[in-house]
């Protein structure tokens, strides 16, 4: 009997993922060094707390790097030092960002200055982090960029109307990007909902858990389910690209 050929994963050499020190970045960055990857891990203000991950991951060469996504100065001087380092990256993980929580009904609650922050870190931010890599993703080897967006782009509930804009256009860049990047670069967005994190503040375990009990798999998404996904576009999507993966116990039904 033949055996059956099945070709080899192609597993990304460099990664670069920023707000890699805590949440799903940190649950993305110990996945890709788990397959081999060597890994920067952007940083905006804990060194500290980005230097432990990097003592924690499997392997070796691993660095921690700030890449604070809303100054381009920082976004040039990262690119200038992975470029030095590595010359090239196979793949760019857009997890950095933040929220203001503001009622949806609060329209005056939801000042200029919160809307233009929250849309800089989440849309402006990954944008910024493309433009300025990818030079070293065209030079990489089957290279995939995976944008972290939210499921909030689609259902419209959220932690501020800023920030279901802001994903909502990172979804938009995300299938633009892919047919610019074509066939260099495959772009991705996944889209979670209700990650078990800090990156809301104040909101606890047990809001969460109400929320989930509601939805078909009535389970709260983990940091590990959204880097698992993260790893399905890098390493077995290969023929796709400009595509929107949802991660959300199925609250987008």
Not at 1 to 17: D, E, H, Y
Not at 110 to 125: A, E, H, Q
Not at 206 to 214: D, G, H, P
């Amino acid at each position: 009997m033949t055996a059956i050929s099945i070709p080899p994963l192609v597993t990304p050499k460099v990664a670069v993922v920023t707000g890699g020190s805590s949440g799903i970045g940190r649950a993305t960055v110990a996945r890709l060094a788990g397959i081999g990857s060597t890994v920067v891990v952007g940083y905006n203000s804990r060194p500290d707390a980005a230097n432990e991950v990097v003592r924690g991951l499997q392997g070796s060469g691993h660095v921690a790097m700030r890449i604070s996504i809303d100054d381009p100065a920082s976004i040039a001087e990262a690119a200038v030092a992975v470029k030095e380092r590595f010359d090239a990256i196979d793949a760019l993980v857009n997890c950095g960002g933040a929220t203001t929580p503001v009622p949806a009904g609060d329209l005056d609650g939801l000042t200029d200055d919160i809307f233009d922050r929250t849309v800089m870190l989440n849309l402006r931010g990954p944008f910024a982090m493309i433009r300025a890599f990818r030079p070293l993703l065209e030079h990489g080897d089957n290279a995939a960029i995976v944008n972290i967006s939210s499921i909030a782009a689609r259902t419209g509930i959220g932690s501020s109307l800023a920030y279901l804009a802001a994903k909502g256009g990172l979804d938009s860049l995300t299938i633009a990007l892919a047919k610019v990047l074509a066939p260099k670069v495959r772009v991705f967005s996944v889209s979670p909902a209700g990650v078990d994190t800090d990156f809301v503040p104040n909101r606890t375990r047990e809001q969460l858990e109400k929320v989930a009990e509601k939805f078909p798999l009535g389970r709260v998404t983990t940091p590990d389910d959204v880097a698992r996904a993260v790893m399905a576009c890098i390493v077995n999507l290969t023929s796709s690209t400009g595509i929107i993966v949802p991660v959300d116990e199925g609250r987008h039904l």
